[in-house]
């Protein structure tokens, strides 16, 4: 019974620590545009060909 003094506090920060990461996802509009990355790469100009890479 000792371990769950350890484990309940444990699991209460770690849940109040998603819910914080979640807060400030949807604070900085990670959420905004949910359909936008589905309807682009449907378009015909979606250009999937990788980029080359910079240097000389």
Do not use: C, H, K
Not at 1 to 16: A, E, F, N, R
Not at 43 to 51: A, E, H, I, L, Q
Request: without cysteine; charged residues 20%; proline residues 12%.
């Amino acid at each position: 019974m000792d371990v769950l003094t350890w484990l309940i506090p444990i699991s209460l920060s770690l849940g109040g620590l998603g819910l914080l990461a979640f807060i400030w996802a949807l604070r900085q509009g990670q959420y905004d545009d949910p359909e936008g990355d589905a309807r682009r790469i449907l378009s015909p100009n979606w250009d999937d060909t990788p980029r080359p890479p910079d240097g000389p």
